[in-house]
Structures are given as structure tokens and as C-alpha cells.
């Protein structure tokens, strides 16, 4: 290095080495240069630099705004679906009440009208016993009016002493009926 000043002083031009002149004007261009982009080109790079973190700062926001929205949404349909399943289960409740209702009132109609056709039955069934029974206590005292008729040989004028004799005939006749069932 020191060779390389010698050389410089004595008039030799070395290569390596600007000369001075070309330095002082390349340091005041730089300087210019430095200066430019100080005063013009720094001030934009900042507004542009602050402009972009400005408008990622705010897509940030935004997008945790927008997810804030879909938690809000998404827990809104999640209360929405539970109250439908909760009044789906308080529509399926209402009905199964409603059809056991429906089968105990049917049950119950059911029962009623079973009970009313058995007791007329049972009352019809009465009717058609008694009217028999009179038709075979008719039939029987006539028989056995005819009957008393050819064993006296004679025909019974009377007709209220026809219908003692019927009765009294009937009397004993059911009398030994009974104690034949009885003995049975």
C-alpha cells in the first residue's frame, strides 16, 4: 500500500487506485444520490410500506371480524338445531300422548259398547227365555189340560178352574225340576 502512494506521488498512475479528483466527484455524486433518494424517493417508499402494513392491518381485522361472524353464525345454528331437535321431541311426546289417549278413549268406547251389546244380549236372551218359557207353560197346560180331560173323561168347562189346575201342574212340575238340577 505504502508502494502503491509512492508511486501515486511520483506521478505514476496506478490502476487500483482512483485518482483524487475522481473520488471527490464520485463522493458528490453519491452524496446527490443519497440525497435524492433521502428526500424524494425514501418519503414514497415509507408511504407505500405504511400504506400496505395499513391495509394488511385491516385485512387482519377484517378476517378476524369475519371469523368472530362465523363462530356468532355458526353457534346461532348450533342453538337453532338444538331448539328443532327439542321441539321435534316435544312434537313426537305430544303425539305418543295424544295416541294413548286416543287408544284409552278407543279402549275405553270399546269396553262401553261391549258391555251395552252384552247386556242387551243378556236382556234379549232374557226375553226370548221367558217368552219361551210362557209358549212351553201354554203348550204344557194345554197338554195337560187335554191330558186331565182324558183321564176324567170329561171336558173342563171352566176355564179359571182350567187355569188353576194349569198352574198348580206347572208349580209341581218346576218344583221336581229344580231338585233334579240341585241333585246334579
Avoid at 511520483?10 to 446527490?32: F, K, M, R, T, Y
Avoid at 210362557?134 to 203348550?139: D, H, N, Q, R, W
Wanted: hydrophobic fraction near 45%; proline fraction near 2%; charge should be negative.
Amino acid at each position: 500500500m505504502l508502494n502503491m502512494i509512492q508511486q501515486a506521488e511520483a506521478g505514476e498512475h496506478n490502476i487500483l487506485l482512483p485518482a483524487i479528483p475522481e473520488l471527490v466527484w464520485s463522493a458528490i455524486i453519491i452524496a446527490i444520490f443519497f440525497f435524492v433518494i433521502l428526500k424524494y424517493v425514501y418519503p414514497k417508499y415509507k408511504e407505500i410500506t405504511d400504506q400496505r402494513a395499513t391495509t394488511i392491518k385491516e385485512g387482519l381485522e377484517k378476517a378476524e371480524q369475519a371469523k368472530q361472524e362465523i363462530a356468532d353464525a355458526n353457534a346461532q345454528s348450533e342453538l337453532a338445531l338444538r331448539q328443532a331437535h327439542e321441539e321435534a321431541a316435544q312434537i313426537r311426546s305430544d303425539a305418543q300422548e295424544s295416541a294413548k289417549r286416543i287408544v284409552t278413549e278407543a279402549k275405553a268406547q270399546a269396553t262401553q259398547e261391549a258391555e251395552r251389546i252384552s247386556a242387551q244380549a243378556q236382556r234379549q236372551v232374557e226375553a226370548n227365555r221367558q217368552a219361551a218359557e210362557i209358549s212351553l207353560k201354554t203348550e204344557v197346560g194345554m197338554l195337560a189340560a187335554e191330558l186331565a180331560e182324558n183321564i176324567v173323561g170329561e171336558q173342563l168347562a171352566d176355564r179359571d178352574l182350567s187355569a188353576r189346575v194349569i198352574d198348580r201342574f206347572l208349580d209341581q212340575l218346576e218344583t221336581s225340576c229344580e231338585k233334579e238340577s240341585v241333585r246334579k
